[in-house]
């Protein structure tokens, strides 16, 4: 992209050093004409002959308007001449405002008169930047006028965006269908469009002292897109950037910290009902197989573990320091591990933050930046980390290992993650607490799950992301790898309130989230539940290698809902179906049996008739992800179902056929059973429930696509 | 209102007698004239003192034109003249027109000259009429231009409307926010708009030949609303209104049916794995009170019951009676049940409409309304009806007793129904399958259950409304007794093309469904778990006496995300807290438990602290629901929670305060547990989850409102 950028530089030393926070409408051209944005162009003519001159170069038609610092009113001055449409009526124009002007007061200083260049119609848009206190420089796109004033139709991304970026804005509003051309109005020139947004972004981007840009209204036409009025705000006192430590060395750190040799228990106690009893017995019971290391200041043993008074005096090198110390004594203890080379320190201790005690936490932090011990907390369950069997935490040990990583910033959200996963046998690899997030984040554990060969899928529940931009630069590139799922709590302004009183965190706008996230490749959960229900399901799906999804059902009232649930979920039915394929499905179902998709195969039909057309789904490859709706009858009792689809499942699997398959069951009790088996091998399947297994397909999907691998 | 029917009369005999299907502007203009709906006026003046007078009546400006057969093109040939101001102007302008004309074509045949009201821009909307195959007369409202045409932001109401149906269109459209004035424009009239919607209804409704009415676009500034164009459609031929019994007649029949003194099982059968047999063992081992009659061509006795040829050969009344024979066989069977003067025909057997053969339904249905016996079915399952212990289906019998009334188009989703009911726990008063539905649906249901006092709720599934309007006009008065919920499948296009497949019903358009639904107070379910929990939850919940609700947690972090789930279910949080109560709240909770609402009683709290806070919130009245979010703490243990907020609340209940409570859950796995007990007595809970129980409290307040009891 070429860009002036000394121009733009000098312009703004010069606010700077006038000590402004604005720049006027001519530096505003000025800084858009160094970065190639379109503006009106404009210039003063102080002759008739100037003025053709200057309208010719620009283009008809233009405006005139009086420039004179002693005429305030220009048009009731009769100052202003607009659609001047040749060379010969703007020299008119010059005589007649010149006239005019003198005419209106004879005393008034004319300095001569500005011609510029006249926008025709098109459509009205806004682009704009901002400086957000979590994600840093965005770049806006919405409709103008009532649109994003009463309908909020506006769309944002990280600065700077890219020509791919700009063109997923131009569809992320709702009027998207405008810029396509409506009552018979000609399409927008998109990439016209896109360049102004890319070069906003750039131009925020290169100055950080830009906080605020305004292009509004941009017309846009088929012919291109200029702004009209801009207005662009500046500070020059940005605030610090985030400490963040080297990629390598949090991956080098988390490493550590969750696969450690040895572990030192803080407050390690023989009593039971004391955290560090819980804690002491959950590493032991959950079969952690490094050195365990109680620290106390009396003990001589603990639950069979000999006991030292400070980590200092272990002889041996640890790894992870679990704290079960009152938060008064964490300062003391956390610079012996220091001292020790302790790679992290698990501070379960609450009083900080939460409470109000900024400085305490802000303690922790200097302690921990001093030595180069990674923080986890304060205000936390702890963690657990299956591959190891390390359950450092006072709660209840896990129950189901397997490959979803999660984690809370909440303790109660956290609970509910632990009863769930035991409930639902939901195999996790791990459950780590964030709590107050004095130091590692999200996106810390996004370094260390994405290299984790034991993970395959990362789930998150947070309230405020501390550096929104360093988990959407980490996400975007571990979303290419594997799933990321975030269940942003906060999401409404009700909710951002209570978010605020909790955690002192300033929940950000919604919108931002919601398009940051996306545009990074995470899947938004909108609820508990489904946080849960992705975690649980989206790691056992295989990819999908297209888009063509097929319903085949047993319930025609179970199809027409998980239509319904197919489209809330953005996903595409193969329709219409192939002759051929129909054809083939038909065969295998009654004749009063519906056509097309969904296939339904009628409620009284035996096992091979699921057993038929889920084969044949599995095996053709025009179709790529199947939804089952099964309807619980005497003929195919819910066990022989969910054992037949298993194995039609595996049988074409051993041939190469591996694609999603979803299941939503329709009848009594039994169902249940039949879900989990499912779920056991493979199959995400509900009891009772059209949309959840359709969500997750969904959920599958999204990231898949956002992933590049459709 | 005023309304000359006989001149709308004249005008659509007119329009019918030349074998139109369309109305002109003149006669549109007329039609309007006589409903009062505002158009702009206008006159003909064949003389310039005339054109003054005409312009004078109708108020300036006015716009002019030429009325010659012969000028095409008005504008090109100087006939028109738009801003005129005044009288003298008028003159002027009816001068230099007949001049202009004059002058472009000598031989053009000048009739005189239109004076027409000028419309002064405000805001462009848009209200039509259309007439809807299962909902009839509609009408609708939306804002004019690209929101309209891309945004499809609209709104239905039926036809008439009253002035507060009107005035909730005005509120019900995403752009509402522009009708009270933007970008500092000033609000529209909104009285005249209500008045233009109420007119606009109530000609559709008394002229049912018009079968569509389009204002658009109709120009509303803070003066008043006109309609710029009128076009109106007309059909001479509309469908036959499709047949309805008396309204008593169907509760005597539905009485009959439901609490039947005797029963007849047509097909009955000895032979286990027979539909007739299963129907036998669920009528006797159901504990069915009443005579069963089980009907068979040879069998003398079947599972201990006498037998008879046919129902004619029974020697008592018969109220009703099951079909399990082949679909060949229905129709003899039902005559002679006709003979027999069953009230109902309980028709299990398939081979009917939904494999293609309509003349057989068809033939059925001739059938019942000659005898005056009601069909439920055919193609079902059956129904249960609880309080009379009658299981007249072959699925196997209910579990628990209680007081929702459910019902299902689908077999699929009644099977998902009774599994649900059983290992929820959901006590249920009857669960009815419709099916086909050739008689007997969803408005039948509702006259029956509003008046059985063992319902309190009443959910149905469908997926098509064989008779919209009746069903509303129904629900419409149910609603104000008991809260009616709806799960419409075919929600979306591609869900209402596999309903239309599978039913052979034409699924309308779900934006009315939408509309109409709520205008009638149901309660709409949007997915199948969420009819279930509101089919289990609403019912226990008291009502509410105002909108006043307060978040009671012990995890923060719920407390975010139930706060979310308040602005998603349309609840509001009591905010700010009034200071004393404020006060009063923070007596009981540590110095850093959060302030306001959610009150955060903080995470490590003992029982008392819940017992505390939830009693002052059930004691205040300006508090009028409770929300609880409990977290799983060794201190307090959740069967401890529940048995402490069960005690509560009754303790409360004996004081006279009675308010609705529900609860999310957060921990392991014994939570299950509690969110059970919790439900047993009163309180819906639900593990896991923030968002179900708000959901099924924000259920319980849009019943509320819209049965005016808030």
Same mark, same amino acid.
């Given at each position: 992209m070429n860009a002036d950028k000394a121009k733009v530089r000098q312009v703004l030393d010069g606010v700077k050093a006038s000590g402004r926070n604005a720049l006027t409408a001519p530096e505003g051209k000025l800084v858009c004409d160094a970065y190639g944005i379109a503006v009106p162009q404009e210039g003063v003519a102080t002759g008739a002959a100037e003025a053709s001159k200057l309208a010719g170069t620009m283009g008809f038609p233009v405006v005139m308007k009086v420039v004179s610092p002693d005429i305030l009113h220009k048009t009731e001055a009769g100052g202003v001449v607009v659609g001047v449409n040749s060379a010969d009526e703007a020299a008119a124009a010059y005589h007649q405002i010149v006239a005019n002007a003198k005419k209106y007061d004879a005393h008034a200083s004319i300095l001569g008169v500005q011609v510029q260049q006249m926008l025709k119609g098109g459509q009205e848009v806004i682009i704009g930047a901002m400086t957000d206190g979590s994600f840093g420089k965005l770049v806006a796109f919405g409709m103008g006028g009532v649109l994003v004033e009463v309908l909020k139709d506006i769309t944002f991304r990280l600065a700077p965006a890219t020509r791919e970026d700009a063109a997923s804005m131009l569809d992320s509003i709702q009027a998207a269908e405008m810029l396509k051309g409506?009552?018979?109005?000609? %399409?927008?020139?998109?990439?016209?469009?896109q @360049?102004?947004?890319? *070069?906003?972004?750039?131009?925020?981007? @290169?100055?950080?002292?830009?906080? /605020?840009? @305004?292009?509004?209204?941009?017309?846009?036409?088929?012919?291109?897109?200029?702004?009209?009025?801009?207005?662009?705000?500046?500070? =020059? +006192?940005?605030?610090?950037?985030?400490?963040?430590?080297? /990629?390598? @060395?949090?991956?080098?750190? !988390?490493? *550590?910290? !969750?696969?450690?040799?040895?572990?030192?228990? $803080?407050?390690?106690?023989?009593? %039971?009902?004391?955290?560090?009893?819980?804690?002491?017995?959950?590493?032991?019971?959950?079969?952690?197989?490094?050195?365990?290391?109680?620290?106390?200041?009396?003990?001589?043993?603990?639950?069979?573990?000999?006991?030292?008074?400070?980590?200092?005096?272990?002889?041996? +090198?640890?790894?992870?320091?679990?704290?079960? $110390?009152?938060?008064?004594?964490?300062?003391?203890?956390?610079?012996?591990?220091? +001292?020790?080379? $302790?790679?992290?320190?698990?501070?379960?201790?609450?009083?900080?933050?939460?409470?109000?005690? !900024? +400085?305490?936490?802000? /303690?922790?932090?200097?302690?921990?930046?001093?030595?180069?011990?990674?923080?986890?907390?304060?205000?936390?369950?702890? =963690?657990?980390?299956?591959?190891?069997?390390?359950?450092?935490? =006072?709660?209840?040990?896990?129950?189901?290992?397997?490959?979803?990583a999660l984690s809370s910033q909440s303790g109660g959200i956290g609970m509910a993650i632990i009863g769930y996963s035991r409930s639902a046998k939901m195999g996790v690899s791990a459950i780590v607490g964030l709590g107050n997030k004095s130091d590692i984040d999200e996106d810390d554990l996004l370094l260390f799950f994405d290299q984790d060969e034991n993970t395959k899928v990362i789930a998150q529940h947070c309230e405020d992301l501390k550096d929104g931009r360093a988990f959407a630069e980490v996400a975007k590139r571990v979303s290419k790898n594997k799933p990321v799922i975030m269940l942003k709590a906060g999401r409404t302004a009700m909710g951002a309130a209570a978010a605020s009183s909790h955690t002192g965190a300033l929940a950000g706008n919604d919108k931002i989230y919601d398009d940051v996230l996306r545009q990074s490749g995470v899947v938004r959960a909108r609820s508990l539940r489904q946080l849960l229900d992705f975690a649980r399901g989206v790691p056992i799906l295989p990819t999908p290698k297209g888009e063509n999804v097929v319903i085949i059902t047993g319930a025609g009232g179970s199809g027409v809902l998980l239509s319904d649930a197919c489209v809330d979920n953005g996903l595409k039915l193969l329709k219409p179906m192939p002759q051929d394929l129909d054809a083939a499905f038909r065969k295998f179902i009654p004749p009063f049996g519906a056509a097309g998709n969904p296939v339904d195969i009628t409620g009284g039909e035996p096992p091979i008739t699921y057993m038929n057309t889920v084969r044949l789904g599995l095996e053709d490859d025009r179709i790529h992800a199947l939804i089952l709706g099964y309807w619980h009858t005497i003929v195919t009792p819910p066990m022989v179902f969910a054992r037949n689809m298993v194995q039609v499942v595996e049988e074409m699997k051993a041939k190469g056929k591996v694609k999603p398959v979803v299941a939503s069951l329709a009848g009594d009790v039994e169902v249940e059973e039949a879900a989990q088996y499912l779920y056991e091998h493979g199959i995400p399947a509900y009891a009772y429930s059209t949309e959840i297994p359709v969500e997750i397909l969904g959920a599958k999907y999204q990231w898949a696509r956002a992933a590049g691998l459709l």
């Open positions: 409506v009552r018979g109005g000609k %399409a927008v020139n998109r990439s016209a469009l @360049d102004l947004i890319v *070069r906003v972004s750039q131009l925020v981007s @290169d100055f950080p002292e830009i906080a /605020e840009m @305004d292009l509004n209204p941009v017309f846009a036409s088929e012919d291109g897109a200029i702004a009209a009025d801009v207005r662009i705000v500046v500070n =020059f +006192e940005p605030k610090a950037p985030r400490y963040r430590p080297d /990629e390598k @060395d949090v991956v080098t750190a !988390m490493n *550590r910290i !969750m696969r450690p040799k040895a572990v030192a228990v $803080i407050g390690a106690s023989s009593e %039971a009902g004391k955290i560090g009893n819980s804690v002491m017995k959950n590493l032991i019971n959950g079969g952690y197989q490094g050195k365990i290391y109680p620290i106390h200041p009396k003990d001589a043993e603990i639950l069979g573990y000999k006991a030292y008074k400070s980590v200092k005096d272990v002889p041996d +090198e640890i790894d992870t320091a679990v704290f079960a $110390i009152p938060g008064k004594l964490v300062a003391g203890a956390l610079r012996e591990c220091g +001292e020790k080379k $302790i790679a992290g320190a698990i501070l379960i201790p609450s009083g900080f933050a939460e409470t109000g005690n !900024m +400085e305490g936490q802000e /303690e922790l932090q200097r302690i921990g930046r001093e030595y180069n011990i990674r923080l986890m907390g304060p205000n936390i369950y702890g =963690f657990y980390y299956t591959p190891s069997n390390l359950c450092a935490t =006072f709660c209840t040990a896990y129950d189901y290992k397997g490959s979803t």
